[in-house]
């Protein structure tokens, strides 16, 4: 049973559009983030959410848009792709939201390769 | 800002022996220290945490030390195998919810 899931796992697409992420994860946990993993494989959170509020909102183009219908899912539309949203994207969960406990260890999901045209 | 840095990009070593890697961070001691390792085209997994209070961990063949004074963690993968080739990364937190991670190790055993 995987843990955390994305989907797609690749995404090709041109200039312009719009596309978005969708991210599961069935652990129970209460957090759930999204993370952008460029060339230089620099992991850097962009969103978090904590039982669908959101907690972390990055300096993120206004383009990128989380969206959380349950805590067990964390979506991202992004709108008007450009070429350096080429990357690879993850969504990751933790049962606790505080960085300083125990418990935020982070269960990543396998990645989307986003390739902007 | 708490940066963390892992100081080297790539490490090879021959299989049997002893890798090391450094993650060295700034300003004040973090509550812990996480290390993850990523396989290429897939998402880090966590390893071990260590604790401020704790001098050394242990897992299997994975050993993490944790020196205050250095400000810095040091992971060892002991009897290296081929199957240990991957990019290892450090985290700490970075403020109430955020984890800061390092840029990662990539380390090739060869056999």
């Known amino acids: 049973d995987t843990a955390v899931s994305q989907t797609p796992k690749y995404l090709v697409t041109q200039m312009g559009n719009d596309k978005s992420i969708k991210c599961e994860q069935n652990?129970?946990?209460?957090?759930m983030y999204w993370y952008k993993q460029d060339s230089k494989k620099f992991l850097k959170i962009m969103f978090s959410y904590n039982n669908k509020e959101l907690i972390i909102n990055e300096t993120v183009p206004n383009r990128f848009s989380p969206k959380s219908p349950d805590k067990a899912h964390l979506n991202l539309h992004i709108n008007s792709l450009e070429l350096g949203d080429s990357a690879v994207y993850f969504c990751?969960?933790?049962?606790?939201?505080?960085?300083?406990?125990?418990?935020?260890?982070?269960?990543f999901g396998p990645g989307t390769r986003l390739t902007v045209l | 800002s708490q940066k963390i840095e892992q100081n080297s990009e790539a490490l090879n070593i021959q299989e049997g022996k002893t890798a090391t890697l450094t993650c060295n961070y700034t300003?004040?001691?973090?509550?812990?220290l996480q290390w993850y390792r990523q396989d290429p085209g897939r998402g880090p997994v966590f390893l071990l945490l260590i604790r401020e209070n704790e001098k050394e961990k242990r897992k299997e063949r994975l050993k993490v030390t944790f020196d205050t004074t250095l400000k810095q963690s040091l992971f060892h993968i002991t009897a290296s195998q081929p199957a240990d080739s991957a990019t290892y990364l450090c985290a700490r937190p970075f403020n109430d919810y955020k984890l800061s991670f390092g840029a990662g190790t990539t380390v090739t055993v060869r056999a």
């Open positions: 652990l129970g946990h209460d957090t």
């Open positions: 300003n004040y001691s973090p509550a812990y």
């Open positions: 990751a969960s933790s049962q606790d939201k505080f960085a300083e406990s125990s418990y935020n260890e982070q269960f």
